[in-house]
């Protein structure tokens, strides 16, 4: 079972630590001395009471238990820290390969509810694993090393004596399998609640400004209280409906002590036992029934640390969709045209499709834009055209070359991203930008920061680039958190820069000047964009029109505008809203 | 359950009362029962040696056995189950209590505290402190019981045995402080190595979509891989250094037979001690000192605890918005209210003053638009008039009232907000509707959701209006989740409305819509609103125009265009981008 164990964390590591295996073996060697300890000791009290007793006996007893123990110190300091130190080293990996397992998951894979779920594989379970078994490992291996040793001196004292405390041993692993099958039920009933109370307690401290506007905590605290009562009911019933399962596995386990009492006294009473043996066979049941405890103790633990394996495991054997693939490297496409072919797109676990039997060319070098109603498949296009999703069926072309057989180091490398909701790290901001090019130089970085028109406001703010930022950039306003990240983008000097609405929150005049940057940047790039201000994209080369996830119209402004089709009731009714003037008397 | 401030470990313990003297002293008696077997072995062997085996004196034995340990383990499950019961139901009481207190801490302290660390101090933290309850307060008290019955039992059948067996103690003690002199300073050193890690994967897998986008990976994403690494050679080193000492603490502990037996035997030679109780004292010796180790760990386990304590008390000691006592109903102002910003500054954190001296009223049943470049300090103008900040200086009055002294129930019921950044929680429609007011019957509902072009929408959603909304429900456009607020607001019917750039993220079709929406809603009311698009409040009552933090003009568009330069600006600006 120990073997299962560690194969396990070896298959998580995606490596076998030596460190590991080593620590183990010292371990065991640790409790084969303890043994040879218990031994002497055993021969010492057969002496005494066979009053066979003499000096030499003791002081060769005496230097025999001193040599063990210092054999003791050196091999389970070394065996500690092998084990602390492969068990650390070993889930450290399990960790940075679940890290690069995601990148190899497609976009629609992370729902909110999967990503809580996360969380809680790369920290909690992991640091579960980690501490349980630098914990536990070793001192559950050099356990079962001396409980087996001193059974065996146990069979050879007297075997059938010996068999009456061996006889209890199943019974009690059968109620401590018993014990784990309860505590699993009411574990899997906790765990679902905590996760639960946790949701909803981020939910609740996420909300709790706009719960307070309405001047009472309402609805959402009653879920919330609601929440962390079923936890704590649960909790409660893991707690005390196995404790006595648990003392059940005591009690059977001391229960060998009391047959050997008993039926050793009962031996004795029939002088079929001398006393020296009868003392001798309690003396190591004690040992056992102690180890015993001591193993059971363990066990309830590593199982916990097993099941949190299995939790990883079942991660990092999700299959990464063919989105990521390992393709030709060498295959970059002479122009950066992007063609769409009868792109058809169903969003996972939807049964309509969001996206139906799309055709359009995207030229080189120009700004293509793209314009509907929300809801009709702008921003899933421009995934797609990212490679951020597998369609049903169809093809994107870059270039020459269809998307599917490029390899995905090579997309990453050259399309730049922005999007709709901005994400900000809390790092410097001269760091969030440099991640768009881990190689990039200061001057690149400030650079970037100025066309996206945010060198000004970054300036200004307490330490200029260097300033860290809160939790999501919280004391920036969304202008200004959309301006840097369209300079992440930018930094990345992509031949293929995609925005996704990037300057909904940016004033009018800084989208200008936003744009007139895209504009000079389409000279020698192709920009793709999804805006809903139509009155910004009017110089646009080509515009797609896009209705409940069919591309209905496409040209430039005027040519739409003749059109007399969707784009002009766009238009129009844009316009209508731009004239729009709140007083608050208006009644319409 | 009255939880009163700082919280301290004394006070935990007082707390849970009756259950904590019931788990401590059941698990004491459970103890001194594990010691019973080894004196009835001994008592038989004493027996034996006198006189011959009586039939009775194994069945007097085998029932006193029998007795002790069925009430050891008898006594470990009411231990058990009452330190648990008590400690999670006080952990439980002081998640509300804690949550509660959230409830009132005013917006900057979330600005220094984000959700995912205060979620994990109120969970993880607190559950510590549940261990400190249920587990470590028995432990210890069993653990201390047994050394002191047992060497209590020593010294009664031979003090010098009793001697030998403690004799290894201080030396054990000497090594554990030589391994625990920097411990402290350790814990806090691998407190931190786990946090950072813990953080960035947090952060990590929140941009996900991002850090795709841009083919980081854990090597390149903030040296992510390089600081996950680098626990592992941490703990090495910590074990060699530090983990000798703590080793030869326990393997001495468990061998002070080295010195009892060799001793023993030496004296039993000599005719000093009866082989009998030196057999005792083999069976004893090592259970009076191999508690230690646990003692230890136990207390070394409780020493990182006071991080948690410490944290947990930050929540505890967090600076509340200052609510009025209970006050007077009849003594708040009535009526269409004006509220008043005299003087306000305010200022995020160490950054230079967001707002400067900001003065101006809204007018009754008036439109008061403020306007101005994004980063002025429009937002904050917004957060300060709905409390989710405090200002610094100066003072916003509701009704000649600071809003400060308005209870808060009495102040929202005043105030209410759209903004573009719409909360909603999981849960149905409906529900969400009614955190408006919650005694709403459906036809109220009905008529604010019309009022709000969004009874539609939800009508033509898989279950209407109980259709499950947020992360395991549909997903609802910008537009709808605006339209949905506003007939939240329009629910709470409250005479002033504070409107934060409701339209931004909206496509055309939704921005008309919400633009019916919110002229319904303003109509009738006092209306503050932070305007982005100039066009829209072209009529408004009055206007403010603020920049960097300051009010820098204030009046109607066309005295506005005469006046103030930064006005004319803003003009040209959309004017250029071709917003006409």
Not at chain 1, 173 to 186: D, K, P
Not at chain 2, 23 to 32: K, V
Not at chain 2, 263 to 273: N, S
Request: charged share 15%; proline share 3%; with cysteine.
């Amino acid at each position: 079972m120990l073997i299962k164990f560690i194969r396990a964390g070896y298959q998580l590591a995606g490596y076998q630590d030596r460190r590991l295996t080593k620590g183990l073996s010292l371990a065991a060697l640790d409790g084969c001395l303890l043994t040879v300890s218990y031994y002497i000791v055993a021969q010492l009290i057969l002496s005494v009471f066979n009053k066979t007793i003499s000096l030499p006996i003791i002081l060769l007893s005496a230097v025999g238990l001193l040599s063990c123990l210092l054999g003791r110190i050196y091999s389970s300091n070394l065996a500690l820290s092998h084990v602390f130190g492969g068990t650390y080293a070993m889930m450290a990996e399990a960790r940075i390969r679940i890290i690069n397992h995601l990148h190899a998951l497609p976009l629609g894979w992370f729902s909110a509810k999967r990503t809580g779920d996360l969380s809680v594989r790369l920290t909690s379970d992991l640091e579960l694993i980690e501490w349980l078994w630098s914990h536990f490992l070793a001192v559950f291996t050099s356990t079962i090393i001396t409980m087996l040793l001193i059974l065996a001196l146990l069979c050879w004292i007297d075997l059938f004596l010996a068999l009456l405390v061996i006889i209890t041993i199943p019974f009690s692993f059968w109620v401590m399998s018993l014990t784990q099958r309860v505590i699993s039920r009411y574990d899997e009933k906790m765990l679902d609640t905590a996760s639960n109370a946790q949701a909803e307690l981020y939910d609740y401290i996420q909300g709790i400004n706009v719960i307070r506007c309405f001047g009472q905590f309402g609805t959402a605290w009653k879920r919330l209280s609601n929440a962390l009562f079923q936890q704590y009911q649960a909790q409660l019933v893991l707690e005390t409906k196995p404790s006595a399962l648990v003392a059940l596995f005591g009690f059977v386990s001391e229960f060998s002590f009391l047959l050997l009492l008993v039926s050793g006294g009962y031996l004795l009473f029939q002088e079929r036992l001398d006393i020296q043996h009868f003392i001798l066979l309690n003396f190591f049941s004690l040992i056992v029934y102690r180890q015993l405890q001591t193993l059971g103790d363990g066990l309830i633990k590593l199982r916990f640390s097993s099941r949190a394996m299995e939790r990883i495991k079942k991660l990092l054997s999700e299959t990464p969709v063919a989105t990521y693939n390992d393709g030709n490297v060498s295959i970059i496409p002479s122009s950066n045209e992007i063609t769409v072919k009868q792109l058809t797109f169903t969003y996972p676990e939807q049964s309509c499709p969001v996206l139906q039997n799309i055709n359009c060319h995207i030229q080189s070098n120009a700004i293509t834009v793209i314009v509907g109603p929300s809801g009709s498949g702008k921003s899933t296009l421009l995934q797609l055209i990212a490679q951020m999703w597998v369609p049903d069926s169809g093809q994107i072309l870059w270039g020459e070359y269809d998307t599917k057989i490029i390899a995905s180091e090579i997309l990453d490398r050259n399309i730049a991203m922005v999007f709709q909701d901005v994400v900000l790290f809390s790092a410097s901001v001269f760091d969030n930008i440099l991640m768009g090019n881990q190689n990039a130089t200061a001057e690149e970085v400030i650079q970037a920061a100025k066309l996206a028109q945010a060198d000004e406001f970054i300036q200004k703010l307490p330490d200029g680039y260097q300033t860290i930022l809160g939790d999501n950039g919280y004391s920036l306003s969304g202008g200004e958190r959309q301006r840097l990240s369209i300079a992440r983008a930018l930094l990345k000097k992509a031949p293929i820069i995609l925005l996704d609405e990037a300057t909904a929150s940016v004033d009018a005049s800084t989208e200008l000047a936003i744009h007139r940057v895209l504009e000079n940047l389409s000279q020698h790039c192709t920009v793709v964009v999804v805006a809903h201000r139509l009155n910004t994209i009017q110089k646009a080369q080509k515009i797609l029109v896009m209705n409940a996830g069919g591309l209905v119209e496409q040209g430039d402004h005027d040519s739409l505008l003749r059109k007399n089709g969707l784009y002009t009731q766009l238009w129009q009714r844009q316009q209508q809203s731009l004239s729009w003037q709140l007083t608050t008397s208006n009644k319409e | 359950m009255n939880i009163s401030e700082p919280l301290r470990f004394i006070l935990l313990i007082k707390l849970m009362g009756k259950t904590f003297w019931i788990s401590t002293l059941t698990a004491i008696i459970s103890t001194i029962m594990t010691l019973v077997p080894i004196w009835i072995l001994y008592i038989m062997v004493r027996e034996l040696t006198i006189a011959t085996v009586s039939l009775e004196l194994i069945y007097s034995c085998l029932v006193a056995a029998f007795i002790a340990m069925l009430l050891r383990w008898g006594l470990i499950v009411i231990s058990h189950v009452s330190a648990h019961h008590g400690a999670l139901k006080l952990a439980y009481h002081l998640k509300l209590h804690l949550t509660n207190k959230l409830g009132l801490a005013p917006l900057s302290f979330f600005s220094s505290h984000t959700a995912s660390d205060l979620r994990k101090v109120i969970n993880d933290d607190i559950a510590a402190l549940e261990a400190f309850l249920a587990h470590f307060l028995p432990d210890v008290a069993s653990a201390l019981t047994l050394p002191i019955v047992g060497l209590s039992l020593l010294l009664y059948i031979d003090a010098q045995m009793a001697f030998v067996a403690i004799l290894l103690l201080p030396i054990a003690f000497c090594c554990q402080w030589l391994s625990m002199r920097h411990s402290a300073e350790q814990a806090r050193q691998w407190g931190e190595l786990q946090l950072n890690i813990a953080q960035k994967v947090s952060e990590y897998i929140r941009g996900i979509a991002v850090i795709k986008s841009f083919g980081l990976r854990a090597d390149s994403f903030r040296q992510l891989s390089q600081t996950i690494r680098n626990v592992a050679p941490w703990i090495e080193n910590y074990c060699k250094k530090n983990m000798f000492g703590w080793n030869c603490f326990n393997c001495l502990l468990s061998s002070n037979l080295i010195l009892v037996a060799p001793i023993g035997a030496w004296r039993c030679f000599h005719g000093d001690l009866a082989p009998v109780d030196w057999l005792l004292c083999l069976l004893v010796a090592p259970v009076i000192v191999q508690p230690f180790s646990r003692l230890v760990f136990a207390l070394s386990e409780q020493a990182q605890r006071q991080g948690s304590l410490d944290r947990l008390n930050q929540i505890v000691n967090a600076s509340q918005m200052t609510v009025p006592d209970v006050i007077d109903q009849a003594s708040l102002p009535m009526g269409n209210l004006v509220l008043s910003f005299s003087s306000v500054s305010y200022r995020y954190d160490q950054q230079k003053p967001t707002l400067q001296e900001v003065t101006f009223n809204t007018l009754p049943h008036a439109l008061t638009a403020i306007v101005g470049p994004s980063g002025a300090g429009k937002t904050t103008i917004a957060r300060l008039a709905t409390r989710l900040l405090d200002c610094d200086r100066g003072e916003i009055t509701l009704g000649g009232l600071n809003i400060q002294h308005w209870p808060i129930e009495e102040l929202f019921k005043q105030i209410s907000m759209v903004s573009q950044n719409v909360y909603l929680f999981n849960g149905t429609v409906m529900e969400n509707l009614l955190l408006g007011r919650p005694d709403a019957n459906i036809d109220q509902v009905i008529a604010a959701t019309q009022a709000a072009c969004a009874h539609e929408f939800i009508l033509s959603l898989p279950q209407g209006y109980d259709t499950p909304i947020g992360e395991n429900g549909t997903r609802l456009s910008g537009g709808e989740r605006q339209r949905l607020s506003i007939a939240r607001a329009l629910l709470r019917d409250a005479p002033l409305l504070i409107l934060d750039e409701a339209t931004a993220y909206a496509d055309s079709e939704n921005e008309w819509l919400i633009q019916q929406a919110i002229a319904n809603l303003c109509n009738g009311r006092s209306v503050l609103m932070i305007a982005h698009r100039l066009k829209t409040i072209i009529h408004a009552d009055q206007i403010i125009v603020v920049e960097q933090g300051k009010v820098v003009g204030q009046g109607r568009h066309d005295e506005l265009l005469l006046k103030c330069p930064c006005y004319c600006q803003l003009w040209q600006d959309i004017e250029l981008n071709g917003e006409k």
